[in-house]
């Protein structure tokens, strides 16, 4: 699988904050990077997905992808106490496999 | 995105037994997967389950060990054989989105615990 890092958690922000989180790889040939969301005890659900350079929105998440200096990034607006979970960084390959990263928590301070 | 379901959710087996896990999914699916998250960990892949052949293992896991069916587009079943305490994780199917999208979906798990 292929090597996915993750900025080091954990991650504390007020509520009604950005919160931000970071994920670099190593393959420059990826093409697919995703985000998901695990609360504790839970499976991870699937929160964004970005295929292209550039920023992607929906709601109060957007994604950045810079493939020339191999990042994806997940930005939470106006944080909320619900939002508090780990957030995984996956890359995707043309096999569908997934490869995670390590996981930040984050955590949303009312 | 596709309903997916494991059973059992979890379970505490005894070191040398084997457990079987089974995901059914409510629509067919071309591709199915196999995740381990050991405590405190990320995921991990295990396999994909391919129908209708063997399951093709990534680095470190093994057919003996985790042996793969996959009878048919909806259901999949992975056993941990010969279990010890390392083998304590939660282990997640997921399975690729519609229309052979790039997205995984993930089902809910089942937590095993070996004593």
């Known amino acids: 699988q292929k090597e996915v890092e993750q900025n080091s958690g954990p991650l504390s922000v007020p509520e009604g904050a950005i919160a931000s989180l970071n994920c670099t790889y190593s393959?420059?040939?990826?093409?697919?990077f995703f985000w998901y969301r695990q609360y504790s005890g839970k499976s991870p659900e699937l929160i964004m997905f970005i295929y292209s350079n550039g920023d992607k929105e929906d709601g109060r998440f957007t994604a950045q992808l810079n493939k020339a200096s191999q990042y994806v990034s997940l930005l939470i607006r106006d944080s909320q106490p619900s939002d508090s979970a780990t957030y995984l960084c996956?890359?995707?390959?043309?096999?569908?496999?997934?490869?995670f990263g390590a996981g930040t928590t984050v955590t949303v301070r009312a | 995105s596709a309903v997916i379901s494991q059973k059992p959710s979890r379970d505490i087996c005894q070191r040398g037994t084997s457990l079987t896990i089974q995901c059914q999914v409510d629509?067919?699916?071309?591709?199915m997967f196999w995740y381990r998250q050991q405590p405190g960990q990320s995921l991990t892949l295990i396999a994909t389950a391919n129908q209708g052949s063997e399951a093709t293992y990534e680095s470190g896991f093994v057919i003996d060990k985790f042996p793969i069916s996959r009878p048919n587009l909806t259901f999949s079943t992975l056993t941990v054989s010969n279990m010890s305490p390392e083998d304590s994780s939660i282990y997640l199917c997921?399975?690729?989105?519609?229309?052979?999208?790039?997205?995984?979906?993930f089902g809910p798990g089942t937590r095993l615990t070996v004593t």
């Open positions: 997921s399975v690729a989105g519609q229309d052979m999208s790039y997205e995984q979906y």
């Open positions: 629509s067919q699916v071309t591709m």
């Open positions: 393959d420059r040939g990826s093409q697919s």
């Open positions: 996956a890359l995707g390959s043309n096999d569908y496999k997934l490869s």
